[in-house]
């Protein structure tokens, strides 16, 4: 990841935003990171740092932000069902559109289109559950999934 016009010289130890998920180097290969773990889950890839960004307030804001928009999708009644890879990756895409911008009104316009995709899926999913034919629910409304 750059910023500015200077590349991130990462380091193990240093600490990342992939995503909405804070992150750990943990192997190098040269100036290349190979590795990143959570502390409970750990991702390789022959060169993660194009995925990473700065543990700054802003960057926090954002993870932070786009993590409530997923946690809020994948909670709600029938969340279980949903097609979480796809969906996941989604959010992680909005966060690193987000953070690869700098503050201001195109960082604040991926944010709303956030926040639109999450509202327009829950719709989606509470109008799925709802769904009715010749009066019989075809989901349980009484489940909690």
């Avoid at 750990?42 to 990473?52: C, D, I, K, R, T």
């Avoid at 327009?120 to 019989?136: G, N, Y």
Wanted: proline share 3%; hydrophobic share 35%; net charge negative.
């Amino acid at each position: 990841m750059m910023t500015g016009t200077e590349p991130i010289k990462w380091k193990i130890g240093d600490w990342a935003y992939n995503g909405y998920e804070l992150v750990q180097v943990k192997k190098m290969d040269g100036d290349e990171v190979r590795c990143v773990t959570t502390g409970f889950i750990q991702w390789s890839s022959n060169n993660y740092e194009q995925y990473l960004f700065p543990q700054t307030l802003a960057n926090k804001q954002v993870a932070e932000t786009i993590e409530v928009y997923w946690d809020r999708l994948r909670n709600a009644r029938g969340g279980c069902t949903l097609n979480h890879p796809d969906l996941n990756r989604k959010f992680k895409d909005f966060a690193w559109q987000a953070m690869s911008l700098p503050e201001g009104e195109a960082r604040n316009s991926v944010m709303e289109a956030a926040l639109k995709f999450q509202q327009e899926c829950s719709q989606k999913l509470s109008d799925m559950i709802l769904t009715q034919v010749d009066d019989v629910f075809l989901f349980n409304r009484n489940m909690p999934y």
